[in-house]
Nanobody, 120 residues
């Protein structure tokens, strides 16, 4: 029903920045609550950031607040994750998620993920 495509991952040195993008498309073209999770090998997916359908409300995991910023594009089915002051421990596969109301670990739709690698 909904397809999510991430882009912007790659290799960056510690202290550098990356911006991830996620675009939703499919049978439904209305706006969605969207967000980001990440997963390192051997670990469960963890919440990173979320944004409401309107873009008025944003949510961050406490450990990342101040370094990462989520925003919604003019097209409400697009979301960005600006990652600054990256650390090696930020290395993970980052997944975009979307849902009709709110973002949770049980969100309805997920992207395939994009690898972010931070070197020391």
């Amino acid at each position: 029903q909904v397809q999510l495509v991430e882009s912007g991952g790659g290799l960056v040195q510690a202290g550098g920045s990356l911006r991830l993008s996620c675009a939703a498309s499919g049978r439904t073209f209305s706006s969605y609550a969207m967000g980001w999770f990440r997963q390192a090998p051997g670990k469960e997916r963890e919440f990173v950031a979320g944004i409401s359908r309107s873009g008025d409300s944003t949510y961050y995991v406490d450990s990342l607040k101040g370094r990462f910023t989520i925003s919604r594009g003019n097209a409400k089915n697009t979301v960005y994750l600006q990652m600054n002051s990256l650390k090696p421990e930020d290395t993970a596969v980052y997944y975009c998620a979307a849902d009709g109301v709110t973002i949770t670990p049980a969100s309805k739709w997920w992207g395939q993920g994009t690898q972010v690698t931070v070197s020391s």
